[in-house]
Nanobody, 124 residues
Framework: QVQLVESGGGLVQAGGSLRLSCTASGRTFSNYAMGWFRQAPGKDRENVGSISWSGGSTYYADSLKGRFTISRDNAKNAIYLQMNSLKPEDTAVYYC?????????????????WGQGTQVTVSS
């Protein structure tokens, strides 16, 4: 089992920045690829970005490239999502997730463990 806890969400004005963190406990963190997802009310959960177990490979949703950056620190059992130039449409609950795959996972079906989520609200 892997337990994931997200933090760093909150209310921010459009154009601002937030940094989300996700800390893991349980199994060896570096064995897992990780991802950030988000889900707005009435919408499907979508992949924001994913990162390989080593941090050497990343994936981003095309619409978010250049604004969001995913990173990880295996020594701290943590991943991060730096979000810049935030827009009201970025408002959602953001989740981190862990995957046992050795490739960079991109869809929900690849992920084995999920956090509870943290709310991000961007005001216009």
């Amino acid at each position: 089992q892997v337990q994931l806890v997200e933090s760093g969400g909150g209310l921010v004005q459009a154009g601002g920045s937030l940094r989300l963190s996700c800390t893991a406990s349980g199994r060896t963190f570096s064995n897992y690829a990780m991802g950030w997802f988000r889900q707005a009310p009435g919408k499907d959960r979508e992949n924001v970005g994913s990162i390989s177990w080593s941090g050497g490979s990343t994936y981003y949703a095309d619409s978010l490239k250049g604004r969001f950056t995913i990173s990880r620190d295996n020594a701290k059992n943590a991943i991060y999502l730096q979000m810049n130039s935030l827009k009201p449409e970025d408002t959602a609950v953001y989740y981190c997730a862990a995957s046992r795959t050795r490739v960079v996972p991109t869809t929900t079906g690849w992920f084995d463990y999920w956090g509870q989520g943290t709310q991000v609200t961007v005001s216009s």
